[in-house]
């Protein structure tokens, strides 16, 4: 069973940062889109970088472009290689939201991908960032 699960959320005041993680399992392609969604109450989820597992390829939103960094583990460990990470530098309080992972399995991104693209989601973790 294939299991995504977040975690790294919390409070920030803006101008900090902070790094999710999204640890994966259940799955053995090493060939996949994993992405990072973020969905602030009321308003529709959107969609904030993407990395192919396969070539380090990474896709940013214009939103965030130059403050976000996505990345997966590179270790030779199995059980921690299946990691993504989300940097988030010089946060600001408009990036509160609740940040999500998703995986496409043996597909390139070729982009962030729209989020109904993506075929399992992580429970999602908590940003909140203060001014």
């Known amino acids: 069973q294939v299991q995504l699960v977040e975690s790294g959320g919390g409070s920030v005041q803006a101008g900090g940062s902070l790094r999710l993680s999204c640890a994966s399992s259940?799955?053995?392609?090493?060939?996949?889109?994993m992405g990072w969604f973020r969905q602030v109450d009321g308003k529709e989820r959107e969609g904030v970088a993407a990395?192919?597992?396969?070539?380090?390829?990474?896709?940013?939103?214009?939103?965030v472009k130059g403050r976000v960094t996505i990345s997966q583990n590179n270790t030779r460990n199995m059980v921690a290689k299946n990691t993504v990470y989300l940097q988030i530098d010089s946060l600001k309080p408009e990036d509160t939201a609740t940040y999500y992972c998703?995986?496409?399995?043996?597909?390139?991104?070729?982009?962030?991908?729209?989020?109904?693209?993506?075929?399992?989601w992580g429970q999602g973790t908590r940003v909140t960032v203060s001014s």
């Open positions: 998703a995986a496409l399995f043996n597909r390139p991104c070729l982009g962030v991908r729209d989020g109904s693209d993506y075929t399992h």
């Open positions: 259940g799955y053995i392609s090493d060939r996949n889109c």
């Open positions: 990395i192919s597992t396969g070539t380090d390829y990474a896709y940013y939103a214009d939103s």
